[in-house]
T-cell receptor, first 110, second 116 residues
Framework: DAGVTQSPTHLIKTRGQQVTLRCSPK?????VSWYQQALGQGPQFIFQ???????QRGNFPDRFSGHQFPNYSSELNVNALLLGDSALYLCASSLKETQYFGPGTRLLVL | AQSVTQLDSHVSVSEGTPVLLRCNYSSSYSPSLFWYVQHPNKGLQLLLKYTSAATLVKGINGFEAEFKKSETSFHLTKPSAHMSDAAEYFC??????????????FGSGTQLTVLP
C-alpha cells in the first residue's frame, strides 16, 4: 500500500511566478490537508479539503488556493510567489482523525 | 484556540540513556495529541497519538507519552536512546471546535541529538 505521495520533490521558481504542487493520498483516505514548513519551524496549516471542497483554512492569503479531485488527490496552487514562500510544503491525508504525511515538496523562490 | 509549547528546542543525550522531550498544550476542547518525528530531508512520521482512551500511550520504536490533563502536558519518553533516534520531534494538538475540521497545530520542535 503506497503512502502519501507528493510531486515534484524539489522546485525552483522566481518571484511573481505561479506554482502547482500535487498530492496523492493513502489508499482509502478521503481528506487532504496542506501545511507549510519554513526552515527551522514547525509546519503551519494552510487548508484542508474534503469532498472536493475547502473545509477549513489557516491564516494564509488568497494567493494560496487548492483543489481536490474526485479520486481524492489534491493540488496546492500559489500565485505571485514571494521570497517568503520558500519552504517545505507537506501534504497529509486522513480518513478519520490521524493525519499521515507525505515526504513534501521543497520550494525555493529566488 | 489551541496551542502547543515544546519546552526545549534542543535535547542532547548519550546513547543508552533515557530521553525526555517536554510538551505543554492549550485547548478549548477535549484535544487529541500526537508526536511526530522528522528525520533530515524527510516527511513527518507518526510516533504515537492520544485520543481520550488510556492516558499512557505507547508508540513505535519504544517511545511512549503520558497525557496529564491537570498539568496540560504530554511529554515524550524513551528508556534508552539509540543513535537512529536523532531527529526533530514535534508535539501536535488537534481539537474540534463545533463545525470545524481537525486542524493540526504544531509545536516549534525539539531537535534530539544522540551522542555515542
Amino acid at each position: 500500500d503506497a503512502g502519501v505521495t507528493q510531486s515534484p520533490t524539489h522546485l525552483i521558481k522566481t518571484r511573481g511566478q505561479q506554482v502547482t504542487l500535487r498530492c496523492s493520498p493513502k489508499s482509502g483516505h478521503d481528506t487532504v490537508s496542506w501545511y507549510q514548513q519554513a526552515l527551522g519551524q514547525g509546519p503551519q496549516f494552510i487548508f484542508q479539503y474534503y469532498e472536493e471542497e475547502e473545509r477549513q483554512r489557516g491564516n494564509f492569503p488568497d494567493r494560496f488556493s487548492g483543489h481536490q479531485f474526485p479520486n481524492y488527490s489534491s493540488e496546492l496552487n500559489v500565485n505571485a510567489l514571494l521570497l517568503g514562500d520558500s519552504a517545505l510544503y507537506l501534504c497529509a491525508s486522513s480518513l478519520k482523525e490521524t493525519q499521515y504525511f507525505g515526504p513534501g515538496t521543497r520550494l525555493l523562490v529566488l | 484556540a489551541q496551542s502547543v509549547t515544546q519546552l526545549d528546542s534542543h535535547v542532547s543525550v548519550s546513547e543508552g540513556t533515557p530521553v525526555l522531550l517536554r510538551c505543554n498544550y492549550s485547548s478549548s476542547y477535549s484535544p487529541s495529541l500526537f508526536w511526530y518525528v522528522q528525520h533530515p530531508n524527510k516527511g513527518l512520521q507518526l510516533l504515537l497519538k492520544y485520543t481520550s482512551a488510556a492516558t499512557l500511550v505507547k508508540g513505535i520504536n519504544g517511545f511512549e507519552a503520558e497525557f496529564k490533563k491537570s498539568e496540560t502536558s504530554f511529554h515524550l519518553t524513551k528508556p534508552s536512546a539509540h543513535m537512529s533516534d536523532a531527529a526533530e520531534y514535534f508535539c501536535v494538538v488537534s481539537d474540534q471546535p463545533r463545525g470545524s475540521a481537525r486542524q493540526l497545530t504544531f509545536g516549534s520542535g525539539t531537535q534530539l541529538t544522540v551522542l555515542p
